[in-house]
Each structure stands twice: as structure tokens, then as C-alpha cells.
């Protein structure tokens, strides 16, 4: 199974997968936890050229074709792998994002940014997607009171930037309503945990 877990920035969503991880763990599956931009070697090198504070001039179609480059090696070399080894494999952000920060936020637009990455992914979605939802204001919040996070280049754009994220979340939520569980990412840590675990869960038990 292949879990994506997306969101705005500072919806707690990295935190809450790692215990949900542990405790499927504990239970006996084997769970691979990983993220994007990044995953395997030669997509954190791609990573670090999208994310780095200094690179102000780039292009948002360079920004949207560096993720899915990003993305394609991430599939080819982790998630379709171990995914066939029958590993449960759960990755921070996937297409969606790009969906909601190229598309929506840098409005490139939904569709353009669903063909371009079509190309990278060969149509492959996840089986589950979980989207942490949370009030700009709030995550952006979270983010500041949490000193070891490091801030990057997209955490530095105005708050209507972060308005437009959520809102296509929300939206592309809507539009694939099979593959998405939205969770209230405002709850308590505790009571997020438990949510998405229970998410994956009743997402496992329908697939087998
Ligand atoms: P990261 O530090 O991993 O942020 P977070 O903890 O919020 O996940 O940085 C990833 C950033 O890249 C984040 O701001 C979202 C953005 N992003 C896109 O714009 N498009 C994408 O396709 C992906 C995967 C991430």
C-alpha cells in the first residue's frame, strides 16, 4: 500500500506520521516512511537545488518540473520497489502538492501540473492520501514556536500564498473523493494520531 500524507505547512503532519508509523509497527507491518522532495539520493540532490533560499529567480515551471523529476526517482528507485514487496510505504507529500503549491499557489493550474507529472509517474496514484488540514495562520504558527525546523524558500511566501495551498487541497480533496480522508489537523497531537491511524487502518482492511 502506498499512503501520501500532504497538507500546508506546519500542520503537524511529519510528527503525527511518524508515531502512526511506530504503532503500525509495533502491530507487525513493515512500514517505510519517506518524503518528497527527496526519498533516495539523487532526489534529495534535487531537493536541496528546489529549496535553497538563495535561488529567488526560479522559474515556477522549472520549480514544477524539478518536483516531478524529484518524484519519478523517488518511484523508480523506493516507492514502486517495496511497495511490490508488500511494505506499507508512506511518503510526506506527493503529487498533490504540486497540485496545490505549482498549480493552485503558483497558478500554473491543476490540470497542467496533473499532464506534466502524468509524464513522471506514469499515471500512478497513491491508494490513500491523507491531507492535514489547518489554517494558515495556525501552521505558520506552529512552525515559528518550533525552533528545529529549518525555514525554506516556500515557507517565506506572504500568507495569501498559504490561503491559496490549503484551498486547493481542500478542492483537489474534492475532486478525488476515493483516493482522500481530510483530517482536522487543528485537534490535539494525541487526537490527529488517532485519526490517522484509524484512516489507514479501515484503508488496509478494505484492501485486503
Ligand atoms: P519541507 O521542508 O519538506 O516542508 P514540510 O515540512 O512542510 O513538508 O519542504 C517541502 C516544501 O516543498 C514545502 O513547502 C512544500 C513544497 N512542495 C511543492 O511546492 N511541490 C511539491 O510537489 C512538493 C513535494 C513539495
Redesign the pocket.
Known sequence: MFVTIEGP??SG??SVTKEVAARLEKEGFEVVLT???GGTPIAEQIRNV??DKENTKMDPVT?ALL?AAS?RQHLVEKVWPLTKEGKIVIS????D??LA??GGARNLGIDYILELNHFATEGYFPDLTLLFDIEPELGLKRIAANKG??V?R??LEKIEFHHQVRQTFLDIAHRFPDRFVILDASKSFEEVIEDAYHAIKDRLASCK
Open positions: 505547512e506546519g503532519k511529519s518524503r518528497e522532495p528546489i529549496l520549480e518536483y518524484r510526506d507529500r506527493f503529487i502538492s504540486s503549491y505549482q525546523r529549518e525554506n516556500l515557507d
